[in-house]
Protein backbone atom coordinates (compact mmCIF):
# COMPACT_ATOMS: atom_id res chain seq x y z
CA UNK A 1 0.00 0.00 0.00
CA UNK A 2 1.45 3.35 -1.01
CA UNK A 3 -1.94 5.72 -1.80
CA UNK A 4 -4.03 6.04 1.09
CA UNK A 5 -7.08 7.48 0.56
CA UNK A 6 -8.98 9.32 3.71
CA UNK A 7 -12.68 10.33 3.63
CA UNK A 8 -13.07 12.98 6.08
CA UNK A 9 -14.77 15.87 7.53
CA UNK A 10 -14.85 19.50 5.57
CA UNK A 11 -15.47 20.56 8.97
CA UNK A 12 -12.93 20.69 12.17
CA UNK A 13 -16.16 19.35 14.29
CA UNK A 14 -17.18 20.96 18.02
CA UNK A 15 -13.53 19.76 19.71
CA UNK A 16 -9.82 20.58 18.76
CA UNK A 17 -9.42 17.24 19.30
CA UNK A 18 -10.94 15.99 15.70
CA UNK A 19 -8.22 18.24 14.13
CA UNK A 20 -5.51 16.67 16.35
CA UNK A 21 -6.41 13.63 15.34
CA UNK A 22 -6.14 14.46 11.86
CA UNK A 23 -2.49 15.71 12.10
CA UNK A 24 -1.78 12.70 14.10
CA UNK A 25 -2.91 10.47 11.70
CA UNK A 26 -1.25 12.59 8.99
CA UNK A 27 2.27 12.14 10.89
CA UNK A 28 1.16 8.28 10.97
CA UNK A 29 0.72 7.67 7.09
CA UNK A 30 3.91 10.03 6.57
CA UNK A 31 6.20 7.57 8.88
CA UNK A 32 4.87 4.83 7.02
CA UNK A 33 5.95 5.89 3.77
CA UNK A 34 2.49 7.17 2.29
CA UNK A 35 0.56 9.19 0.04
CA UNK A 36 -2.64 10.87 1.12
CA UNK A 37 -5.30 11.01 -1.57
CA UNK A 38 -8.35 12.66 -0.16
CA UNK A 39 -11.22 15.68 -1.36
CA UNK A 40 -8.82 18.62 -1.94
CA UNK A 41 -10.39 20.76 0.83
CA UNK A 42 -8.09 23.94 2.47
CA UNK A 43 -10.47 23.34 5.83
CA UNK A 44 -11.81 21.39 8.62
CA UNK A 45 -10.20 17.93 9.58
CA UNK A 46 -9.64 17.64 5.59
CA UNK A 47 -6.89 20.52 5.62
CA UNK A 48 -5.72 19.05 8.76
CA UNK A 49 -4.39 16.00 7.53
CA UNK A 50 -3.05 17.28 4.42
CA UNK A 51 -1.14 20.63 5.69
CA UNK A 52 0.54 17.69 8.28
CA UNK A 53 1.59 15.45 5.39
CA UNK A 54 2.83 18.25 3.26
CA UNK A 55 4.53 19.58 6.31
CA UNK A 56 6.61 16.02 6.12
CA UNK A 57 7.21 16.25 2.75
CA UNK A 58 4.55 13.65 1.77
CA UNK A 59 2.46 13.41 -1.41
CA UNK A 60 -0.81 15.22 -1.25
CA UNK A 61 -3.35 14.57 -3.67
CA UNK A 62 -6.87 16.27 -4.00
CA UNK A 63 -9.95 15.55 -6.38
CA UNK A 64 -12.88 18.74 -6.13
CA UNK A 65 -15.87 19.38 -8.17
CA UNK A 66 -15.57 22.47 -9.62
CA UNK A 67 -18.42 24.29 -7.57
CA UNK A 68 -16.66 23.66 -4.42
CA UNK A 69 -13.36 24.95 -5.63
CA UNK A 70 -15.72 27.75 -6.98
CA UNK A 71 -16.77 28.32 -2.94
CA UNK A 72 -12.65 28.62 -2.31
CA UNK A 73 -12.32 25.58 -0.49
CA UNK A 74 -9.50 24.04 -2.31
CA UNK A 75 -5.80 23.55 -1.02
CA UNK A 76 -4.05 25.35 -3.29
CA UNK A 77 -0.33 23.70 -1.92
CA UNK A 78 -1.07 20.22 -2.85
CA UNK A 79 0.79 17.66 -4.93
CA UNK A 80 -1.32 17.05 -7.24
CA UNK A 81 -5.11 18.39 -7.75
CA UNK A 82 -8.12 17.19 -9.91
CA UNK A 83 -10.78 19.33 -10.77
CA UNK A 84 -13.48 17.60 -11.69
CA UNK A 85 -17.72 17.79 -12.85
CA UNK A 86 -19.25 16.26 -10.26
CA UNK A 87 -19.03 13.82 -7.39
CA UNK A 88 -19.71 10.95 -8.82
CA UNK A 89 -15.67 11.64 -10.84
CA UNK A 90 -14.49 12.90 -7.62
CA UNK A 91 -15.20 9.50 -6.07
CA UNK A 92 -13.89 7.33 -9.56
CA UNK A 93 -10.81 8.72 -9.21
CA UNK A 94 -10.27 8.82 -5.45
CA UNK A 95 -10.67 5.21 -5.99
CA UNK A 96 -8.51 4.94 -9.00
CA UNK A 97 -5.69 6.52 -7.25
CA UNK A 98 -6.08 4.80 -3.74
CA UNK A 99 -4.52 1.17 -2.99
CA UNK A 100 -6.69 1.40 0.05
CA UNK A 101 -8.99 3.56 2.37
CA UNK A 102 -9.62 5.43 5.97
CA UNK A 103 -12.58 6.71 7.39
CA UNK A 104 -12.22 9.32 9.92
CA UNK A 105 -15.05 11.79 11.43
CA UNK A 106 -16.78 13.50 9.27
CA UNK A 107 -20.60 14.30 7.83
CA UNK A 108 -23.05 13.26 5.06
CA UNK A 109 -19.87 13.34 2.83
CA UNK A 110 -17.77 10.77 4.64
CA UNK A 111 -20.61 8.45 5.31
CA UNK A 112 -21.23 8.52 0.89
CA UNK A 113 -18.14 7.99 0.38
CA UNK A 114 -17.35 4.92 3.17
CA UNK A 115 -20.99 3.25 1.93
CA UNK A 116 -20.03 3.78 -1.24
CA UNK A 117 -16.38 2.47 -1.26
CA UNK A 118 -17.92 -0.87 0.67
CA UNK A 119 -20.31 -1.24 -2.13
CA UNK A 120 -17.85 -1.61 -4.59
CA UNK A 121 -16.06 -4.20 -2.53
CA UNK A 122 -19.36 -6.15 -1.72
CA UNK A 123 -19.75 -5.70 -5.76
CA UNK A 124 -16.47 -7.48 -5.94
CA UNK A 125 -15.33 -3.85 -8.32
CA UNK A 126 -12.25 -4.08 -6.31
CA UNK A 127 -10.10 -6.10 -3.15
CA UNK A 128 -8.89 -2.83 -1.74
CA UNK A 129 -8.35 -2.63 2.07
CA UNK A 130 -11.55 -0.47 4.04
CA UNK A 131 -10.54 0.83 7.29
CA UNK A 132 -12.98 2.39 9.63
CA UNK A 133 -11.05 4.63 12.40
CA UNK A 134 -13.68 4.94 15.38
CA UNK A 135 -11.90 7.23 16.70
CA UNK A 136 -13.41 8.98 20.58
CA UNK A 137 -16.49 6.09 19.66
CA UNK A 138 -17.43 9.02 17.36
CA UNK A 139 -18.70 6.00 15.07
CA UNK A 140 -20.19 3.50 17.72
CA UNK A 141 -23.97 3.88 16.52
CA UNK A 142 -23.15 3.42 12.35
CA UNK A 143 -21.08 0.40 13.83
CA UNK A 144 -23.94 -0.82 15.65
CA UNK A 145 -26.50 -0.20 12.47
CA UNK A 146 -23.76 -2.12 9.89
CA UNK A 147 -24.14 -5.24 12.65
CA UNK A 148 -28.39 -4.58 12.78
CA UNK A 149 -28.28 -4.76 9.00
CA UNK A 150 -26.08 -8.05 9.04
CA UNK A 151 -28.46 -9.60 11.92
CA UNK A 152 -31.78 -8.73 9.83
CA UNK A 153 -30.44 -10.08 7.02
CA UNK A 154 -29.69 -7.23 4.15
CA UNK A 155 -25.57 -7.38 5.11
CA UNK A 156 -23.93 -11.34 4.96
CA UNK A 157 -21.37 -11.74 7.25
CA UNK A 158 -18.97 -11.93 4.52
CA UNK A 159 -19.66 -8.32 3.50
CA UNK A 160 -19.54 -7.09 7.04
CA UNK A 161 -15.92 -8.16 7.30
CA UNK A 162 -15.09 -6.00 4.44
CA UNK A 163 -14.76 -3.31 6.58
CA UNK A 164 -12.17 -3.12 9.52
CA UNK A 165 -13.15 -1.43 12.45
CA UNK A 166 -9.76 0.28 14.94
CA UNK A 167 -10.16 2.48 17.59
CA UNK A 168 -6.57 3.64 17.80
CA UNK A 169 -4.37 5.16 15.21
CA UNK A 170 -1.81 2.66 16.75
CA UNK A 171 -4.02 -0.30 15.83
CA UNK A 172 -5.23 1.25 12.06
CA UNK A 173 -1.13 1.41 11.59
CA UNK A 174 -0.90 -2.42 12.66
CA UNK A 175 -3.97 -3.56 10.64
CA UNK A 176 -2.22 -1.63 7.47
CA UNK A 177 1.17 -3.74 7.71
CA UNK A 178 -0.82 -7.12 7.87
Known amino acids: MKNICVFCGSSAGKEAHYVEMAKELGN ?9 VYGGASIGVMGAIANQMLENKSEVWGVMPQSLVDWEVAHDGLTKFEIVDSMHRRKEIMYEWSDAFVAIPGGFGTLDELCEILTWAQLKYHKKPCYLLNYNSFF ?27 SSISELEKEMKK
Open 28 to 36: SLSSMDMNL
Open 140 to 166: DHLIAHFKLINKEGFLSDDHLKLLTVV
